[in-house]
């Protein structure tokens, strides 16, 4: 699994271990909800499939009915969970099979066969990937949740009767993937800025560059039915994939609590915001050239220090290398967008989840930075904390891959001034932060 689909599926769920079979919404108990409705009167559903758009709605409802199924976790056994799911599936099954017939598309027609030998055999199959869609083809994903899908097949056959199950129905959003063309097109920049950070030439390691796609969120069901993830990791056929909608829903939501308001647009915002998630991407990659073969993170580094720490490092090596290709007019625009976005994380209890880990390190770095430490952050404080960010970069990149205790102790003091600025906010807000769901119709 690529760095970048790992860190997704630690920040965007629970492990699976933990939260295996029951829809996971965000990390709390009762979180405030903010619900956005994506679709509405199911107008973009019914443009893009007009003929089958009932049958599709009849999918959800039978995928969300399999997932009440397995709640609570200890009623069934995992066979008599398969034995009672398995006639909700064939006929999901046999409604995608129709919607194939009907629609001629090929992302329905691969769902249909796969749940088909899933409801078969108990095992899920990883077939082929289906044709290209198309410009502008609707495509529908029906299979593993995201937070499971890139486990190694050895490990989902050990637990094949159980597999935690979704519905996502997506549209490609032609005009917003011309931005993520253009920000592609910028890595090779990006990099070389990254490289006056790290005081060295940097390589990307591993992968090539990040296939992203935009899409429109038009239906959701299963287990995504409460999840609130805009950014998923690839799902064969699918690359990575930004959902436009839900990403404008929660940036309207983060902007509206931010200490100093962006006088954009919702829509420029959206748009930074998408070619940002195409530098974040790449950057789990980018490493000093240098740095030898057998690198190891620095020793006693914790799982979830890992994941959080390689979160933070992606993020604010991108923005801050798209900060020194800025313009002089724009060259704040970067950070002060970027801290907009961090800010709601930093209510969120659940310390060991990846975003969560990386918002309250770069505020306690913020914080250790600043010479009024207990005075609300302001976006302005931030840029004139882009030395001290460029010093966090280099302290990560050299705890996570150059074995360095210093540095990881470094690290470590920014994360506990970051944990500390969260339990003021607690006490001064105990009510956890809104948070985003999604409706239909």
Same mark, same amino acid.
């Given at each position: 699994?690529?760095?970048? %689909? ?8 629970? !492990? ?6 029951? !829809? ?5 108990? *009762? ?8 679709? $509405? ?24 009915? =399999?997932? =009440? ?23 999901? +099954? ?8 009907? *629609? ?38 029906? /299979? ?76 959701? /069901? ?10 998923? $990791? ?48 790449? &950057? ?8 030898? +073969? ?45 801290? &907009?976005?961090?800010? !709601? ?44 960010? *460029? ?21 470590? +003091?920014?994360? %506990? ?25």
């Amino acid at each position: 699994m690529s760095p970048a %689909a790992r860190a997704h599926d630690i920040s965007r769920e629970l !492990p699976v271990g933990r939260a295996r079979h029951q !829809p996971v919404f965000w990390h709390h108990a *009762e979180p405030r909800l903010q619900i956005a409705q994506l679709d $509405p009167a199911h107008a973009r559903l019914r443009f893009h499939f007009p003929r089958t758009w009932k049958r599709l709605l009849r999918v959800q409802a039978l995928l969300n009915a =399999v997932t =009440v199924l397995d709640l609570p976790v200890t009623v069934l056994t995992d066979q008599q969970y398969f034995d009672q799911a398995a006639p909700l599936l064939r006929t999901v +099954g046999q409604e995608l099979s129709r919607i194939a017939d009907e *629609e001629q598309n090929a992302s329905v027609r691969l769902a249909a066969d796969q749940l088909s030998s899933y409801t078969e055999s108990g095992r899920w199959p990883f077939a082929d990937p289906a044709p290209a869609d198309a410009p502008g083809e609707p495509w529908i994903y029906v /299979g593993p949740a995201p937070a499971v899908f890139s486990t190694t097949g050895e490990a989902l056959s050990e637990r094949h009767l159980r597999l935690p199950l979704c519905l996502m129905v997506a549209a490609p959003h032609d005009e917003l993937q011309a931005e993520l063309a253009h920000a592609r097109a910028r890595l090779g920049t990006l990099r070389h800025a990254a490289a006056s950070i790290l005081d060295e030439d940097v390589a990307a390691f591993g992968q090539h560059d990040p296939d992203i796609a935009v899409a429109d969120l038009l239906l959701a /069901g299963g287990v995504m039915l409460s999840g609130h993830g805009d950014l998923l $990791p690839p799902l064969p056929p699918r690359p990575v994939t930004v959902f436009a909608n839900v990403r404008r829903h929660w940036l309207r939501q983060a902007l509206a609590s931010a200490p100093e308001q962006a006088p954009d647009d919702i829509e420029v915002s959206l748009r930074r915001s998408l070619r940002r998630s195409v530098g974040h991407l790449a &950057a789990h990659q980018w490493r000093r050239t240098a740095l030898p +073969g057998d690198s190891e993170p620095a020793p006693g580094l914790k799982s979830f220090e890992y994941h959080g720490f390689e979160e933070a490092y992606a993020s604010l090596i991108s923005v801050l290398a798209a900060t020194h290709c800025a313009t002089a007019s724009e060259s704040s625009e970067p950070l002060r967008d970027f801290v &907009a976005e961090l800010l !709601p994380y930093a209510g969120l209890p659940h310390q060991a989840a990846a975003d969560t880990v990386a918002a309250l390190l770069i505020l306690g770095r913020l914080q250790q930075s600043s010479s009024t430490r207990r005075s609300p952050l302001n976006l302005q404080s931030v840029v004139a904390a882009r030395p001290a960010f *460029e010093a966090l970069v280099r302290y990560l990149h050299a705890a996570l891959w150059g074995g360095d205790m210093f540095s990881l102790a470094q690290v470590r +003091g920014a994360f %506990a001034a970051g944990v500390q600025y969260q339990s003021r906010l607690t006490a001064q807000s105990p009510e956890p932060p809104v948070e985003l769901g999604w409706t239909f119709g």
